[in-house]
């Protein structure tokens, strides 16, 4: 079945250092994949979005790439910031309207 | 535009009563999601529904839990009896399907339940 694999936290950084999140899946047919971010106390929120292999998606200085040949979409960024703290999930939406969702990296950005 | 709307934020009960959560989902979304999330599981999908119906109840964890959305613009997730071990922090998000375009789900802040 479809199903959504991303590296496990919790990952710790300092401030400006470049940031990887793995995300592999499996799925049938082009599913379309999704970074959401949830802040403590909060729901999680879209981050960004690719609905068709090659499409990079990107949103807050974040960015990810649909690759179909590794069946990868690893969110990345630049210079994390403090205020980046906090659970990235990565998830997957191939047909109908169910999600599924990785288990959730949680990062810590130290000053 | 306002987003998903839930209530209560916080609830604390002793165990053996019954705890209704509710959810007031984008206007214009037809579809809507109960999701449980804590540290041992992560995010759970309970239960979704697609334009007031239920589609998939699967992932509920037992006949404790209930789920009704009566109209496009409610739903409620009920447990009864409560028990400690349903502590949780319980997540709506509602999306617009069928309009051939994946659209992705939009959350509530969630409801932290706490069961003494």
């Known amino acids: 079945g479809d199903s959504v694999t991303q590296m496990e936290g919790p990952v710790t950084l300092s401030e400006e250092a470049f940031l990887t999140i793995n995300c592999t899946y499996t799925a049938t047919g082009y599913p379309s994949l999704f970074w959401y971010v949830q802040y403590p106390g909060e729901g999680l929120q879209l981050l960004l979005k690719a609905t068709k292999a090659d499409d990079k998606g990107s949103n807050k200085g974040f960015e990810a790439t649909y690759r179909k040949e590794t069946t990868s979409f690893h969110l990345e960024k630049g210079s994390v910031q403090v205020s980046d703290s906090a659970v990235y999930f990565c998830?997957?939406?191939?047909?109908?309207?169910?999600?599924?969702f990785g288990t959730g990296t949680s990062l810590t950005v130290i000053p | 535009d306002a987003g998903v709307i839930q209530s209560p934020r916080h609830e604390v009960t002793e165990m053996g009563q019954e705890v209704t959560l509710r959810c007031k989902p984008i206007?214009?979304?037809?579809?809507l999601f109960w999701y449980r999330q804590t540290m041992m599981r992560g995010l759970e999908l309970l239960i979704y529904?697609?334009?007031?119906?239920?589609?998939?109840d699967s992932g509920m964890p037992e006949d404790r839990f209930s789920a009704k959305m009566p109209n496009a613009s409610f739903s409620t997730l009920k447990i009864q009896p409560s028990e400690p071990r349903d502590s949780a922090v319980y997540f709506c998000a509602s999306t617009r399907s069928g309009t051939g375009r994946n659209q992705p789900q939009h959350f509530g802040d969630g409801t932290r339940l706490s069961i003494l």
């Open positions: 206007s214009g979304h037809n579809s």
């Open positions: 998830a997957l939406l191939r047909t109908g309207n169910q999600f599924y």
């Open positions: 529904f697609n334009n007031n119906v239920p589609i998939d």
